[in-house]
């Protein structure tokens, strides 16, 4: 019923920056918490910064300082802005959402991922 697409990763040097962009779309009345996670090789999911549908934030010791969410309520989407990468940054990044469908269902959903690679 709700579907999450993310975009704009890719392979970029250390220092560099990237966008990623994270789409809902389905039967969605409206979205609560929206959030980025990642998992590196051999490592397990973690948490990498989220925002409430009112925009508060929170963030990860790891990238505060350098990763900046953001949401447009109108379309549905969810951003990360990342700058000053580091090789450390490597990983699969995925969306995840908090969504009250039209019948006011809520629904947990992840995206598909999206492979982030800084090099050194």
């Known amino acids: 019923q709700v579907q999450l697409v993310e975009s704009g990763g890719g392979l970029v040097q250390a220092g560099g920056s990237l966008r990623l962009s994270c789409a809902a779309s389905?039967?969605?009345?409206?979205?609560?918490?929206m959030g980025w996670y990642r998992q590196a090789p051999g490592k397990q999911r973690e948490l990498v910064a989220t925002?409430?549908?009112?925009?508060?934030?929170n963030y990860a010791d790891s990238v505060k300082g350098r990763f900046t969410i953001s949401r447009d309520n109108a379309k549905n989407t969810v951003y990360l802005q990342m700058n000053s990468l580091k090789p450390a940054d490597t990983a699969v990044y995925y969306c995840?959402?908090?969504?009250?469908?039209?019948?006011?269902?809520?629904?947990?959903?992840w995206g598909q991922g999206t492979q982030v690679t800084v090099s050194s």
């Open positions: 925002i409430t549908s009112s925009g508060s934030t």
């Open positions: 995840n959402g908090d969504t009250v469908t039209t019948g006011r269902a809520i629904i947990n959903s």
């Open positions: 389905g039967s969605i009345f409206n979205i609560n918490a």
